[in-house]
């Protein structure tokens, strides 16, 4: 079946644009995550969804990021005044239930900021 | 908070085994889990300790001791496809949801 789906692949963008990163995660996941990477590093946690809510935000470095996912399913992250230090990989994930360990990942959007 | 410290890369021959550890500091947690990332790609659930013990799936194997605070992931029979990273997980006890990854480990495997 098909997996978690992340649009576009790649993004490159100016200083001080806004962007928005698209996640469709695996069809009937309740859960749904998103994670940064930069390179040679570990994935590290933005946002986590339960639903359409977002249950956990902890990890949004600044008020700049901020995701939804109005209807449970399509989950948007959205990035304002973009900075060169937000450039990285964005990970979505979704699970079938929350508390679990088995994160299903999309291939990520690499983003760029000039 | 947790800290999950691996070593940054290992080498190997094809048909070897190897042995990725993962040391941690961490205030409690609820499993240990292992994900393989090959380069550009996503990562994928390879393995979890929920319990101290060894996990056995196929290639690949997963132990975890919480007394000794560490944990492995052993890869048998290594083949070329193994090359990728490899890092280790936990999802901690506040904010059970989100996992926490490790410094993760590259993996080259060679003929």
């Known amino acids: 079946g098909a997996g978690v789906s992340q649009t576009p692949s790649n993004k490159v963008t100016e200083k001080g644009k806004y962007v928005e990163l698209r996640c469709d995660p695996i069809?009937?996941?309740?859960?749904l995550y998103w994670y940064r990477q930069s390179l040679g590093q570990g994935p590290e946690f933005l946002i986590y969804?339960?639903?359409?809510?977002?249950?956990?935000d902890s990890g949004l470095p600044n008020d700049r990021f901020f995701a939804v996912r109005p209807e449970g399913s399509v989950s948007t992250l959205k990035i304002q005044r973009t900075e060169r230090g937000d450039s990285a990989v964005y990970l979505c994930?979704?699970?079938?239930?929350?508390?679990?360990?088995?994160?299903?990942f999309g291939p990520g959007t690499r983003l760029t900021v000039l | 908070g947790q800290s999950l410290e691996q070593p940054s890369e290992v080498t190997a021959v094809e048909g070897a085994i190897v042995q990725i550890n993962c040391t941690y500091q961490?205030?409690?947690?609820?499993?240990l889990s292992w994900y393989q990332q090959h380069d550009g790609g996503a990562p994928t659930f390879l393995s979890y300790?929920?319990?101290?013990g060894l996990e056995e799936t196929g290639r690949f194997s997963s132990f975890l001791s919480r007394s000794d605070s560490y944990g492995y992931l052993l890869l048998q029979e290594l083949q070329m496809k193994d090359s990728a990273s490899y890092f280790c997980?936990?999802?901690?006890?506040?904010?059970?949801?989100?996992?926490?990854f490790g410094t993760g480990t590259r993996l080259l495997v060679s003929p």
């Open positions: 069809s009937g996941h309740t859960a």
């Open positions: 997980a936990v999802r901690d006890l506040v904010g059970f949801q989100k996992l926490v």
């Open positions: 300790n929920g319990l101290d």
């Open positions: 969804f339960q639903g359409t809510g977002a249950a956990d």
């Open positions: 961490t205030s409690g947690f609820y499993g």
């Open positions: 994930a979704s699970s079938l239930r929350d508390s679990t360990d088995t994160q299903y």
